[in-house]
Structures are given as C-alpha cells and as structure tokens.
C-alpha cells in the first residue's frame, strides 16, 4: 500500500483475512528536523498520483490562560485570511486601515470592560458607535481584500479536504493534492505559517461567537459538556472549551493574537507530515527552501499547573430546555502512562458497537436509554474518562446512572471473557489495516504520536500495549479508576415552566 513494504490490495485482503497483527508493517517514515526546529516527516506511497498533507502546532486549549480562552480556535479561523501576498491585491494600501480598525478596537474593549463591571446595559451608545465605526473603516478595507485565495488557489489546482481543527492539544491544517503540486503546497503553507495577517480580525470574531452559540450555549449536547468539564477540573486548562468563554472571545485584540501566533506557530513547535506520491529526499529540499526561512522563536512556556487529586465526588444540574441527559467524569492519566491502553480496551468493551455491555444491557435489554457510551481520553495531561447517556420515558438519569455502575462494577470483580478481548483486538487488526488506505489518515496519526510522544513510532508501540491488555489489568484499571469519590456527575435537566410556578399578582399601576 505504501513504501511501507507494503505492495498492493491483495496483500490487505491477505492481512485482513487473517487477521494480521500490526507489528509485521514496517512503515519507512523519512524524518529531517530543519535548522530552525520543525520537525519533517515523509512517507512514500506511490499507488496513486496524489498525497495529503498535516502541520501540526503543539498548541490547543490548554495551552490558554484565563482571558484568553479560545484563542488557538480563533487563530486557525485567521489561519485562512491570507498573507501579505495571498487575500489582498495592495497589501500596502491595507496596513493604515487595519491600525486605524485596531485603535477603535482598543475603544470598543475598554467600553465593553466598563459596561460590564457596572450596571450599565450593554447596549451603550459608544458601544454601538465603536462597532460601527470598526464596520465602516473594514468596508474601506473590503475594497483591497482577496475572499478565500488560499482556498480557490488550492481548489484550482486540483486540492481536496482542505480544512483545519482545533483540540486541546493540538491544532492540525491539512489539504490534500495532486503529486505535482508539492511545491505549491510548500510555498503556500511556509508563507502563511511566517506572514499570516489577520484581516477581518472583527467580523470573524463575530462568526465564532455565533458558532459558540450555536455548538454550545443553544446545545444540550455542548452546555453539558462544558459544565462537565468546568466542574471536574479546578485547575487544569481543559476545564475550558476549546471555542473559549463568550467573554474571552467578545475581548480578543489583534495584538493578543499576534502574540499567540509568534509564540506557538514558530517552526520549532510545527510538525510536516506528506504522505504519498512523493520523493521524500525531494521533498526534504523544498521543505528547506520554504519552511527553512521561518525565524525560530523562544519554546513555548511550559505548563506547570497540574489538576490536584479529586477528594470526594461531585454532582451538578444544569438546566436546559432539551430532554434529560447524563454525563460522568472520572479522571484518567495523561499520554503516555501504562493505563492508557488498559483504558481504551475497558472502555470498547463497555460501549464499542452493538455487542457492547452498554448497548446489550442498558439499551436493548433493559431498554433505559436511547444510547449509551464511555470514552477516554489521551491527553498530554490528566484528563476524563466520560460516559453518556440519554433516558427514554419513563426512565430517568438516575436509572441509567445506576445501570452504568452496574455495568463498571461488573469488571472490578468478574474478568472479562476471552470472546470479548479477542473481539476488540480484531477490530484494532482491522482499524488498522484499513487506516492504511488513507494518506491523510497516515499522516494524521504520524503527526500526532509524533506531537505527543516526540517519536511517531509510539504508534506502533501503543498498538502493541492495546493487543497485549489482559483480563486481568481491566479489572485492576476498573478499581483504580471507577471510584465513587473520584466522578464527577452532571445531570441536564429541563427548567421549570412557569406554569408550574406560583403566579404572582402585580398591583394594578405597578411599574417595573
């Protein structure tokens, strides 16, 4: 499949058939690391004329501090508004605009600061002078600005998948193109990773405030999860969501964001993977000639603050207008740690497909719930293990709260069968195998073991400790784990109608 001694679809089938274990696949990765620290990872696969493409920044959500939650989501938005070269046609004629927007900027926080630390109503004359004032010069502007060129360029030129995510640890920019273009992508990725400008810097504010309203304040799904995790941590930044606080985000300035992009998009904290129809050695050559003009900046700061032990579970409601639903936390380690593995095994065989203990027992035979999942987490710090559930009528949260413990405390005392560890690691086989057929998927997980680890070949490794969790380790991971003091527990409930509340008479002539 690829130059990873690996020579066509016969050979899958073989593999799949048989049930291959991963640890025969030799994958021939190139590595360089640049003058300048970016790190360089090629993988040749020359079954079709195409390859995709990931840089990784080491940076997410939790690399954010209080009043700047939200930023790294907010920076891949700007990611794509151009350089001093792509998304304008007189990028001169723009700079006096921008510093004009950016002094009406600092205006527009100072009075959003005021009206918000007194009883004003946000809806202050300046406030909305500023706004439009901000609106008008950006119009100005408007005239310069090239909508979407990085994007066109990419689409014209045969280019596929282009997009970007943001997650806690890490954010990832990926396209995929044909084999011819790989200079192209060199050159437009060097340039917009060394000389982003962040035009638009108001209006795309806007844009991620909506989707923070629209993901997560209107909902359920996203308002349970963040109570969840404001709830389980105390001190760790991954209490926060990744879009940020809707405060956070109405105070962004352009200088916040530069600073955020000079600090966590220097080379020496990016990760390149290319996988397929490519010379690595060639590759390696225009990844210097572009990527290698980046100036190296000062590592990142480091993140000291660790989530103190949990002593003593905690139990919240939240209110919102959508049917009841249930999530528990429990904390788990960070990357790296042993119990991963034994985790993602324990959670599958809870909740991974339709043979699964969640959806035999709690769905279809005890018919509690409309589904039922646990996943873990495997983060560059302590982070939650998290099951979920959703109640059918007329069962509630604590029925299915219970059934969950019922189902956990099954593998504390009663060893897992042998039907069952085999089943899960026929599916990592087969995940495996398939995941081969994708160069994106490849370079995905490169990228990221790569980022995590500081060594790609951990992909290897961690799949090895997934085949090689016995019975025995679930059972002492579900006791060391799954303890009542250490969850978290959050329960989504309706509000009360005021139909249900005790009406009040006002007075005839009252005023309010």
């Not at 274990?21 to 079709?48: C, F, P, W, Y």
């Not at 590592?299 to 939240?318: A, C, F, N, S, Y």
């Not at 026929?426 to 998927?441: E, H, K, M, T, Y």
């Not at 085949?467 to 959050?490: G, H, L, S, W």
């Amino acid at each position: 499949m690829r130059t990873v001694y690996i020579t066509g679809v016969i050979l899958i089938v073989t593999m799949l058939m048989t049930v291959a274990s991963a640890s025969n696949i030799n994958l021939d990765v190139k590595e360089r690391t640049l003058a300048n620290g970016m790190q360089i990872l090629v993988l040749e696969n020359h079954d079709a004329p195409v390859f995709s493409a990931i840089i990784r920044a080491k940076v997410g959500s939790v690399d954010e501090k209080d009043g700047k939650t939200g930023i790294s989501h907010f920076l891949e938005h700007m990611m794509f508004k151009g350089t001093k070269i792509f998304g304008t046609t007189n990028y001169e004629a723009e700079i006096p605009i921008m510093r004009r927007i950016d002094s009406l900027g600092a205006l527009l926080k100072q009075e959003w600061v005021k009206i918000n630390s007194s009883d004003s109503s946000p809806d202050s004359t300046l406030y909305k002078k500023y706004r439009e004032e901000i609106a008008e010069v950006q119009k100005e502007g408007d005239q310069y600005v090239v909508k979407d060129e990085l994007w066109e360029t990419y689409l014209k030129n045969g280019g596929t998948g282009l997009n970007a995510s943001t997650g806690e640890d890490g954010t990832q920019y990926y396209v995929s193109l044909p084999a011819n273009r790989i200079e192209l992508w060199a050159l437009m990725e060097a340039d917009r990773f060394g000389n982003a400008v962040f035009r638009e810097f108001y209006s795309e504010k806007d844009v991620v405030y909506e989707e923070r309203r629209l993901r997560t304040d209107n909902q359920p799904g996203g308002r349970i999860s963040e109570v969840l995790t404001n709830n389980a941590f105390v001190a760790s930044s991954y209490r926060h969501a990744v879009i940020g606080w809707a405060s956070d985000i109405e105070t962004y300035d352009h200088q916040m964001l530069k600073d955020h992009y000079r600090t966590y998009y220097a080379p020496n904290n990016l990760i390149a993977v290319i996988v397929g129809d490519v010379d690595a050695d060639k590759t390696f050559e225009l990844c210097e000639k572009y990527f290698g003009k980046l100036k190296r900046s000062p590592d990142p700061p480091l993140i000291t603050t660790r989530e103190p032990e949990q002593k003593g579970e905690k139990r919240v409601e939240t209110e919102f207008d959508a049917n009841p639903t249930l999530r528990i936390g429990w904390h788990c380690p960070p990357f790296g740690h042993p119990d991963n593995a034994v985790l993602d095994v324990l959670t599958s065989i809870l909740s991974s497909g339709r043979t699964s203990r969640f959806n035999k027992q709690i769905v279809e035979a005890k018919k509690l719930a409309r589904d039922a999942g646990i996943w873990s987490s495997s983060s560059r710090y302590t982070n939650l293990i998290v099951a979920s559930a959703t109640p059918i009528q007329p069962h509630t949260c604590d029925d299915i709260e219970q059934a969950i413990y019922e189902e956990i405390d099954k593998l504390k005392t009663e060893p897992v069968s042998d039907w069952e560890l085999q089943k899960i690691r026929n599916q990592l086989d087969a995940n495996f195998i398939r995941g081969l057929n994708s160069n994106l998927g490849l370079a995905w997980r490169l990228s990221y073991y790569q980022a995590m680890a500081g060594d790609w070949k951990y992909l290897m490794e961690y799949y090895k400790q997934l085949k090689a969790v016995t019975a025995e380790d679930i059972m002492a991971a579900a006791n060391k784990y799954f303890q009542p003091d250490k969850r978290t527990v959050v329960t989504l409930v309706k509000p009360v109608s005021n139909s249900d509340s005790i009406e009040e008479t006002v007075p005839e002539g009252a005023g309010y």
